[in-house]
């Protein structure tokens, strides 16, 4: 007898989003959000992560912070997830364990990063040396207040139903996470101070468009105007 050839099972979809490295508390308390696909009528763990907050406002949403210490452009918390919901409601509490449900909402996209993210590794973070107190204790710093929506995705989930559950019991402990980049705008930055005469400049990706065209017209004003010494030797050279 042939055997037949073994086929891989299928990936869950969407794909588990393990954050439990990169968020709040992750050592204490879970989180895990729970789809139910209304095609195969099959449920599984989609986002998991440390700490996370709960809203049931006019606008209910979960969401979930980065790690202490990453921020910002404007040094503000940074977020890993932003999960708007329509439906929320709360179903049980067992052992300080919360369960509620509710549905993606269908006209809200969501801010979910994909498999595998880590801000230190991603691309737009770098470690923010800016103020005094971050030049003593360099922290990570993003481009962007939460992860790019991933419209694609959201525009085959909206809708679906998700269990959010909330645990302060967490068996999960944190392995040594990736260094940080150091942050590629220090350089041109400490040149543009010494240019300016200032004691430091501050940039951002935001501005690093600005910058980069501030640059080229540097050089050729340095190209137009050569230093007087330069152009005392070239009239010697005469």
């Known amino acids: 007898m042939t055997e037949k050839p073994k086929t ?3 990936k869950p979809f969407p794909e588990l989003v393990d954050l439990r490295a990169v968020t709040r508390e992750a050592d204490r308390f879970l989180t895990q959000v729970i789809i139910h696909n209304p095609h195969t009528m099959g449920q599984h763990i989609w986002i998991q992560a440390g ?3 709960l809203s049931k406002g006019k606008r209910p949403f979960l969401r979930i912070r ?3 210490g990453v921020t ?5 918390s940074a977020i890993a997830v932003t999960l708007p919901l329509v439906g929320l409601k ?8 919360v369960f509620a449900e509710g549905w993606i909402n269908p006209t809200e996209p969501f801010n979910v990063p994909p498999p595998g993210y880590n801000p230190a590794g991603a691309e ?3 470690l923010c040396d800016h103020y005094p107190i971050c030049k003593k204790d360099p922290h990570p710093m993003i481009d962007n207040f939460v992860p790019p929506e991933d419209r694609e995705l959201w525009n085959k989930i909206r809708g679906w139903r998700v269990e959010i559950i909330l645990s302060p019991h967490s068996e999960w402990k944190p392995e040594k996470a990736p260094e940080p980049k150091p942050n590629p705008y220090r350089e041109v930055a400490e040149k543009l101070a010494e240019i300016l005469g200032r004691s430091e400049v501050r940039l951002f990706k935001n501005t690093l468009d600005e910058v980069e065209t501030l640059w080229v017209r540097l050089e050729e004003l340095a190209e137009e105007n050569p230093a007087p010494s330069a152009q005392a030797s070239k009239s010697d050279v005469e």
């Open 8 to 10: 891989e099972k299928p």
């Open 51 to 53: 700490l996370s907050d």
């Open 66 to 68: 980065l790690d202490y």
């Open 72 to 76: 910002d452009f404007e040094h503000d």
């Open 90 to 97: 709360f179903k049980s509490a067992y052992n300080g364990t």
């Open 124 to 126: 737009g973070v770098h």
